[in-house]
């Protein structure tokens, strides 16, 4: 293993064991930041619904579009191979790669069925009837479509991992100014996505926090084994 991929590795190991080890510690913490957004009379839905509601949609069609168009030119480079697709689709196989990987497989299919974690708008302390355990305690408070991790958050950032592969990939022309602002506003999709679902009582930050970090571990593991460089 290289030096470089093995560092970042360590990195995202030790940003996960922190996450879990500092709301072990202090569950609360969970709790607390939830409780910025409840109110006991509206509970969480102002921030479930409105322009909070499109924003989120929003976003999540275009990760559906980017998740499409990545197969479909996939496809179409196992079908035409010389034709200019072939320069790009280790590229195209990468973002197939890390969205049936992470959001897919990782989360909805282990993740959630196994912690079996409340939601936040479902615990006792919001209003539910469900009660809280943190994020490092496996529970059958949730039998389904569960707390930990965030399915959106894990999906904002593998499409904001793609988007990132595309512009290093296609936008050379993109310079300067202009490629800061595009970078920045990358960043922002997977950012809105877990406050918006932290919000709308639908995820602790706990459940955001793991989801980002696990889905860039996915991203860092498969980029040297498809597109045979390491993460820059």
Not at 106 to 125: M, N
Not at 152 to 170: I, N, P, Q
Not at 186 to 207: C, E, K, M, T, W
Request: glycine content about 8%; proline content about 6%; hydrophobic content about 60%.
């Amino acid at each position: 293993m290289r030096a470089d991929l093995a560092r970042q590795i360590g990195l995202l190991a030790a940003l996960a064991a922190l996450v879990f080890g500092t709301f072990g510690l202090w569950p609360g913490l969970d709790l607390w930041v939830s409780g910025w957004f409840f109110d006991p009379a509206a509970g969480f839905a102002p921030y479930a619904e409105g322009g909070w509601k499109v924003l989120r949609l929003a976003v999540w069609r275009l990760s559906e579009v980017v998740l499409v168009v990545s197969v479909l030119a996939v496809l179409a480079g196992l079908i035409a191979p010389r034709t200019a697709l072939r320069a790009s689709r280790r590229l195209w196989l990468y973002i197939v790669a890390l969205y049936l990987l992470a959001p897919g497989l990782l989360v909805d299919s282990i993740l959630k069925p196994l912690w079996g974690r409340a939601r936040p708008a479902q615990v006792t302390e919001f209003g539910g009837t469900l009660a809280f355990t943190p994020p490092h305690v496996l529970s059958q408070e949730c039998t389904r479509n569960c707390s930990f991790v965030s399915g959106e958050v894990a999906g904002a950032v593998a499409l904001a991992v793609a988007l990132f592969a595309l512009l290093d990939h296609f936008g050379g022309r993109i310079t300067g100014p202009m490629r800061a602002l595009v970078q920045a506003i990358i960043l922002l999709l997977p950012l809105f996505v877990a406050v918006q679902r932290i919000a709308a009582g639908r995820h602790f930050l706990s459940d955001a926090l793991l989801a980002t970090i696990f889905v860039l571990l996915c991203a860092v593991l498969l980029k040297p084994l498809i597109l045979r460089t390491p993460w820059r």
